[in-house]
Structure formats: structure tokens, C-alpha cells
């Protein structure tokens, strides 16, 4: 059915998409990392929200079919993931069916990226039928860095807030444990039947213990993981050369829509490490400061007083974010990495000084680039053997990183690889993988027979 006549086309955009408060609500959160959306809908089930995780790839036919193709792809699969759910839900229930049990959650970023015009776009698609017309989309937004205020009632939406920080950093490290684990695993499919199990058992611990956040249970529980899951490796398995992967959040953190390019490079003879969901978390926060910061320094040259007192107040609140987070997540780090060697995450103004100094790119441009292509040299810095650039086809931000990363690893004799997605099937891909591959072995060999040299002098 179409919008009413009398709604103008800014209306239709906004129609219904909004924050507030989801009490009583089932919420519906898109798969994106599995185990980061996993333990955010179990954040909100901490706080009484029925949240659940979206089916996922099953209806990609759905997102196309409503789209016209020059969408990005995380946008044609996460509408196909929503109408699926949606539709499966009417004819499970019939008649009981109501539209507005139900909370469709999708986030936004201000900025050139696309994401920001997904949860707006969506909508669009939601009013053209009448059962699901009236499906409110819940947003939070990259603006404010991701402020939940509204979202729960009085001080649960900060409380939650912060449970859902921590949340998504132990996702970051049960999947680094994994990648850490699963290709010196004695057998085949053990680490997967051990992460199934330990996730599940985080989930339930997060329900329980999550609102009172309970964050020494949870990093309890993580240390026994991690402790558990090194019994796994097999010590007679040498080092394999390791592969950073940096790119789109979406892409390169859902397996179905990379065509699970994680397994495939371990397949390959691989140790693979992800850029993290809580790097992109600090980003935004990261961000937020950088813009008070400027909103400060104009005061200043104004003279504008109720200015600066306003952005001061504002630097010291963002300042205390800043912190607070680092000191949580370096805490579910190294509680892990009391355990088991895994990769370690990197400081954003440690990027950003890195990018100053050399002068590759600058903050100031933005976009999911910087973290990228300041990623991809640390990934170098610690002696990587090969960085993959995993995008949707046609992504702007992910473009420029290959643009820049290209050029500067191959004057740096780093193996790369860009990896552009939009659900078809490659038949060159396994033959791309399995040439970078061999690449990265030939590095790995190369950089050990330097280090043996050096050693000796």
C-alpha cells in the first residue's frame, strides 16, 4: 500500500523511526558478528527487553527484490533478514499477529557512509506492506556516540549502555580466542563445539548477573574460557603465517556475506585476526571527542563564554567515556591474555598519531578508512604476514582504503589483498585466497630468516 498522499517524503523517511523506550516490546537486533549481536541482545534481555537475533541470509532474495542494486550490500541483506522474519512470523501466528509487538533495531552514522540512510531507506520498503507498516525502527546513532538515552526508562538506559560496552568486548575476545585457537585445534571441530558451549553459558551468565553489572562474574567466566580453550591447541603445530583482516564492519564480521572468508583462509593454512566491534565503538567515541574539541577551540576564538563553559563540560564528560572504556576493555583483555596469547586491540589516538606522523591519511576526512588503513599498519607493526581488505562492492570508504593500502604495502613487500562482496559467487576467489596464501607463506619464511640473521649479530 502506498504512503498517504499527504506525507511528504522527508515524513515517509522519518515515519516512525525514532528512539524510545522498548519495554515490553520483542526487539529485533540484525546478525551481524555472531557472537557481538548475540551478547548485545542478551545486554537488553538483562534489562527485561525481549531482545532476539534476526534470522539471518535466509530471505537475501527479499532485500534484492526490494532494492535496486546500487545499494550497499549489508543494506540489501539485513531488509531481506527483517521482511523474512516478518513474513515467517504472520503465517506462524495468523491472526495473532501484530506488528507492533514488534522493535526493529537499526543504528545510523552521520557522515558520507551509506549505513546512515539504511534504517530511513528500510522504511520506505516497510510502508509498501500493510501488515508491517507500522513496525517502529529503534536507532542509535553515531552522532551522539551511540547514547542510549530513551531506549530504557531513567537510569537503566546508562546502566545498559554500559553493560552492552562490556558485552561487545568479550564478544571481540571469545572471537579472538577462536581465531587463535581453531588452526593448531587437535581435532577438527572442537574449538566450534567448545565456543558454542562457552558462548551460551556468557549469554546466560549476562542475563543473570548483567544488570547488576556483575562484571568480575563475567571476566571470571571469560578467564575459565580462555584457560579451557588452550587445552585445545596441539603444541607440535607450528605458527602460521597471520592474516589481518580490516574493512566494512558488516562485511568482514558476517560470515554469510564474506562466504565465510575467515574459514576459507584457515582452510588455506591461515591464522586470521579481525579487526574488532569495539574498535569501531572507541572510534565513534573517539570522534565525538574530537568534535567537542573543535566546538572548544571556535568558542575560544569567538570569545563566546556560555560556549566554552558548554564544550568544557562537554570535553570532560567524553574525556571520562574515553577512559572508562579503555580501562574496561584492556580488563576483559588481559584477563583473557592471562591465558592464551591472542592478538591484542589497538588505541585509536594511537592510530591517529600514526597517520599524523607519516602523513597517509588524516581523521579529519573520517569514515570507517581511517580505521582501516591505520589498522592495517599495526597489523604490519606486529608482524603480520599479510593484510585482506574485506568490503560491499562499490563502498566508498573501503575504496580509499585500497586506493592508499595498495601502493604503501607493496613498497613494504606486504602481502595484500582486497576482497569486494555483493552475493554472487566468484569462481577466481578460492584461486585469489590460495595465491595471497602463498604469499604470506613465502613472508612469513622470509621475515623468520631475517630475524635468525639479526639474532646472530
Excluded at 536507532?139 to 530513551?150: F, V
Excluded at 562485511?251 to 586470521?272: K, M, Y
Amino acid at each position: 500500500m502506498p504512503p498517504e498522499e499527504s506525507s511528504s517524503f522527508a515524513e515517509r523517511l522519518t515515519r516512525n523511526v525514532s528512539r524510545f523506550d522498548v519495554s515490553g516490546k520483542t526487539l529485533l537486533i540484525p546478525d551481524m558478528a555472531p557472537r557481538g549481536s548475540r551478547l548485545l541482545a542478551a545486554s537488553f534481555r538483562a534489562f527485561g527487553v525481549p531482545a532476539q537475533v534476526l534470522p539471518t541470509y535466509t530471505h537475501l532474495h527479499l532485500g534484492k527484490e526490494f532494492t535496486s542494486g546500487k545499494e550497499c550490500f549489508p543494506c540489501q541483506v539485513t531488509l531481506g533478514d527483517i521482511l523474512g522474519f516478518l513474513q515467517e512470523e504472520k503465517k506462524l501466528l495468523g491472526r495473532d499477529f501484530n506488528v507492533t509487538d514488534y522493535v526493529y533495531f537499526m543504528p545510523e552514522a552521520d557522515g558520507p557512509c551509506r549505513f546512515g540512510m539504511y534504517n530511513k531507506m528500510q522504511r520506505l520498503v516497510l510502508d509498501r506492506f500493510p501488515e508491517f507498516k507500522d513496525i517502529p525502527i529503534l536507532y542509535m546513532s553515531t552522532a551522539d556516540g551511540y547514547a542510549s538515552t530513551g531506549v530504557l526508562p531513567g537510569e537503566q538506559a546508562k546502566l545498559f549502555r554500559r553493560l552492552a560496552y562490556v558485552a561487545t568486548i568479550l564478544a571481540d575476545v571469545l572471537d579472538r580466542i577462536v581465531w587463535r585457537v581453531r588452526p593448531y585445534e587437535r581435532e577438527p571441530g572442537r574449538t566450534d563445539a567448545f565456543m558454542d558451549k562457552a558462548q551460551q553459558d556468557m549469554i546466560d551468565l549476562i542475563e543473570r548477573r548483567g544488570q547488576a553489572r556483575d562484571f568480575k562474574a563475567l571476566y571470571a567466566l571469560l578467564g575459565e574460557i580462555a584457560s579451557q580453550a588452550k587445552s585445545i591447541i596441539d603444541p607440535n603445530r607450528p605458527r602460521k603465517p597471520r592474516i589481518g583482516i580490516v574493512g566494512e564492519i558488516y562485511l568482514r564480521t558476517h560470515p554469510d556475506s564474506n562466504q565465510h572468508i575467515i574459514r576459507e583462509l584457515e582452510r588455506f593454512g591461515a591464522e586470521v585476526v579481525d579487526a574488532s566491534l569495539g574498535e569501531w565503538v572507541n572510534f565513534v567515541s573517539y570522534e565525538q571527542y574530537r568534535n567537542i574539541r573543535k566546538q572548544w577551540r571556535l568558542a575560544w576564538k569567538r570569545m563566546d563564554a556560555a560556549g566554552l563553559v558548554d564544550a568544557s563540560r562537554q570535553w570532560v564528560g567524553s574525556r571520562l567515556e574515553m577512559a572508562w572504556q579503555g580501562w574496561r576493555q584492556n580488563q576483559v583483555y588481559q584477563k583473557a591474555m592471562e591465558h592464551l596469547d591472542i592478538q591484542g586491540d589497538h588505541a585509536i589516538p594511537t592510530v591517529e598519531a600514526q597517520l599524523d606522523q607519516d602523513r597517509l591519511f588524516s581523521f579529519d576526512i573520517g569514515t570507517e578508512a581511517v580505521l582501516s588503513i591505520g589498522g592495517a599498519l599495526e597489523y604490519v607493526h606486529d608482524h603480520f604476514d599479510g593484510v585482506v581488505n574485506v568490503f560491499p562492492f562499490t563502498c566508498m570508504p573501503s575504496t580509499i582504503t585500497s586506493a592508499i593500502l595498495k601502493p604503501l604495502l607493496l613498497r613494504m613487500n606486504v602481502p595484500y589483498l582486497d576482497a569486494a562482496y555483493d552475493g554472487t559467487i566468484q569462481p577466481n576467489r578460492e584461486v585469489a585466497l590460495r595465491t595471497f596464501m602463498y604469499q604470506a607463506t613465502q613472508h612469513k619464511a622470509a621475515r623468520e630468516v631475517k630475524k635468525d640473521a639479526d639474532s646472530r649479530q
